[in-house]
């Protein structure tokens, strides 16, 4: 059976500037893969090639999605063929309530919008139905609420691949809980997460974890490892002089 995502030597350029340089990597259903490494090394990069952002179309290698090549598949389409992104910074939409945002999740699904499912989604992710359904998803919410709207959105949705972008960044400790179970509950329902974190607790939720550097990727396995080996031979970055870190063949 094919793998649910399968990145194979994907090299993309921003002008000049080589930014992903021959990442390679699967995911299988159920499974959560955690892409650590330090800031600017293009994991944010290769979530939004992922997901076929505009001008994020690679020079060379081939994403397939359940064994399908998707390099050449416009965002609509993968959003379709159920791959999610969630950003790192959660998008604000000028006089676009709430409502209408899940109710639009709901709908790119093909699925029917119910005020039960709308309210369920949110009370999920700790926020109040009743004061919320009807705001705006513009700046008058904070990037924290925005954050939690764009995950109840996620779970309408129901994805069958989801990119998580830092989701535990500009949280409470409430949110990060709330984020810990929906990763168990997509986890248990069969989808697949790619989980972009600098952080050691959500590292826990990780079946495996890939070591990013420049580009590529260095060094891949259990999570824990992964992270006590960034900590112990990333931290002041040695690149340049005497690098303990081989570039895994
Ligand atoms: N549009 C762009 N033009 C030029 N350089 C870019 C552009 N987008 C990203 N980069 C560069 O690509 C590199 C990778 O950026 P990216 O956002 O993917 O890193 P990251 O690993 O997600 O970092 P962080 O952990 O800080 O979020 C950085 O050096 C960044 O400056």
Redesign the pocket.
């Known amino acids: 059976m094919s793998k649910l995502l399968e990145v194979k030597d994907l090299h993309l350029k921003?002008?000049d500037?080589e930014?992903l340089k021959g990442m390679e990597f699967s995911l299988e259903k159920g499974e959560v893969f955690a892409l650590i490494?330090p800031?600017?090394?293009?994991?944010?990069?290769l979530a939004y090639t992922l997901m076929g952002i505009n001008n994020y179309q690679p020079q060379a290698g081939e994403m397939l999605f359940k064994g399908q090549r998707i390099n050449d598949l416009k965002i609509n389409e993968r959003a379709q063929k159920g791959i999610t992104l969630a950003w790192?910074e959660p998008a604000r939409y000028q006089g676009v309530t709430v409502r209408d945002f899940l109710a639009l999740g709901l709908k790119s699904q093909g699925q029917e919008v119910t005020e039960a499912k709308l309210k369920d989604a949110l009370n999920k992710v700790a926020i109040n139905p009743y004061q919320y359904l009807n705001r705006f998803v513009d700046k008058s919410l904070s990037g924290g609420e925005r954050k939690r709207i764009e995950l109840a959105s996620l779970i309408l949705m129901q994805p069958e691949l989801i990119i998580l972008d830092?989701p535990d960044s500009g949280v409470d400790v409430v949110a990060l809980n709330n984020i810990a179970e929906m990763i168990n509950h997509f986890k248990n329902s069969g989808s697949g997460i790619l989980l972009?974190t600098?952080s050691e607790e959500m590292l826990k939720y990780a079946d495996q974890a890939a070591l990013?550097c420049e580009g590529e990727i260095i060094r891949q396995g259990n999570p824990q490892d992964i992270s006590e080996y960034f900590k112990s031979f990333c931290y002041p970055c040695a690149k340049e002089e005497d690098c303990e870190t081989e570039v895994a063949s």
């Open positions: 921003i002008g500037a930014i490494g800031n600017g090394c293009g994991k944010s990069t790192q830092e972009i600098h990013v």
